[in-house]
């Protein structure tokens, strides 16, 4: 078993920032992956960012440049850092993880209770 902990989500203005975190504890042997998902009322779940073991980094257009994904691996646990916040993030945010030779976002992936992002204009 493997759970995943999320916090940091909140209200905030547009042009604000935050910072999420996801700690994962339990069965973990190895991860691989780790990344962030988003879903905006009425809408798909969508990618948001990963981040490899040896830190390489990867984004959704529509956050590149705003958003910051990090990695701590020594306490299995992710971060998204969040600047020039727009109403258009608003979506509960949901973290990630897929143990070595399993995809991102897969059925043998890991997901956070998900924490909400609202930014109002």
């Known amino acids: 078993q493997v759970q995943l902990v999320e916090s940091g989500g909140g209200l905030v203005q547009a042009g604000g920032s935050l910072k999420l975190s996801c700690a994962a504890s339990?069965?973990?042997?190895?991860?691989?992956?780790m990344g962030w998902y988003r879903q905006a009322p009425g809408k798909q779940r969508e990618f948001v960012a990963r981040?490899?073991?040896?830190?390489?980094?990867y984004y959704a257009g529509s956050v590149k440049g705003r958003f910051t994904i990090s990695r701590d691996n020594a306490k299995n646990t992710v971060f998204l850092q969040m600047n020039s916040l727009k109403p258009e993030d608003t979506a509960v945010y949901y973290c990630?993880?897929?143990?070595?030779?399993?995809?991102?976002?897969?059925?043998?992936?890991?997901w956070g209770q998900g924490t909400q992002v609202t930014v109002s204009s």
């Open positions: 990630n993880i897929a143990p070595r030779g399993y995809g991102l976002g897969s059925s043998d992936s890991y």
């Open positions: 339990g069965s973990i042997f190895s991860i691989a992956l």
């Open positions: 981040i490899t073991s040896s830190f390489n980094t």
